[in-house]
C-alpha cells in the first residue's frame, strides 16, 4: 500500500525536545517488514460510517500536507496514496448512493503532484482543492447528524480510539519503530482537533460546552504523546496509556 515509503531502505531522524538535549536518531524499519497499515474498515453502511472513514481520509491528507510542509516528502506520500487505495473504496457506494461525483481521480493526482513536485504551488492548489471536496462530501450526511453534539462526538471519539491503534501499531518492544503509523495517529488527531473546533463554535450552550472541555482535556493528552512530528525511538507514552484515553473519550461520548 505504501510503495513510496518502501522504497526507502533506511531513514533517520532527529529531533530536539522540548525539555532536553536532541534525542536518539531513529532507525526505520526496512521495507521487507513494514506493516500493513490501517486494515479496511468495511463499507460504509449508514452516515455516520460514513462520516467517520472520511475523517480518517481527512486526517492523511492533513498528516501529508503538514510533512510536505516539513520537507518531507517520501514520509507524506503514502498519507496522499493510502486514501486513494484503501479508504475511498469503504465509502465510495455511498457517495453514489447519494448521487456525490466520485472524487478519487483527483487524490490520485493529487498524491502523483505530491511525488513530482511536493514543493509547487500547483500541489498546494491540489490540496486544498481535495480537502475543500471533502469538506462539500462530508455535507451529504444528514443535518441533522452533522448537528448533533452526541453523534459528532461520537465519532470523534471512535476516531480518537482508532488513533490510539494506529499508535500502537507503530511500537515495537517499547519503541517507535513504524512512523508511517505513527503519523496516522497524529493525522487522525489533528482532524478530531479540528472538528471539535467547528463543535464549539456551532454549539455555545453551557451543557454542549461542558461536554467539549472534558473532551478537549482528553484529546490534548493524546496529542500530546504524538506531539514531535519527527519522533526520536523513545515514545512519550505506552500503548496501554494512549489507549485508556481512546477508552475514555468514548465513555465521555456516551453522556
Partial sequence: MHWIYSALCLLVVM????????????PLRP??????????????????????????????LMIGHELLQ????????PHFGHPVRE???????YLKEQKFPAFDQQ?????????AAPDSPQTEAKYQAAIETVHRARNIAPAALRESVPAMIKVCADTVDAASGEYGESLERGRVVVIVEYHDSRGYLEYVDQQLKELQAAHPDAESQSLFERFTEVL??????VGDLLPGPQPR????????LGSEAIEIAKH
Fill in 87 to 93: 479508504l475511498y473504496d469503504d465509502f465510495s457506494d
Fill in 31 to 60: 521495507p521487507s517488514a513494514i506493516v500493513q497499515v490501517d486494515a479496511h474498515y468495511g463499507d460504509a453502511d449508514s452516515a455516520t460510517d460514513f462520516l467517520f472513514r472520511l475523517g480518517m481520509l481527512e486526517g492523511h
Fill in 70 to 77: 516539513a520537507h518531507r516528502p517520501a514520509m507524506a506520500l
Fill in 237 to 244: 507514552a505506552s500503548v496501554g496509556a494512549f489507549r485508556s
Fill in 15 to 26: 529531533v530536539p525536545t522540548a525539555e532536553a538535549a536532541p534525542r536518539p536518531l531513529l
Fill in 220 to 225: 490534548k493528552k493524546a496529542q500530546w504523546i
Fill in 107 to 115: 487524490l490520485a493526482a493529487l498524491e502523483a503532484a505530491a511525488a
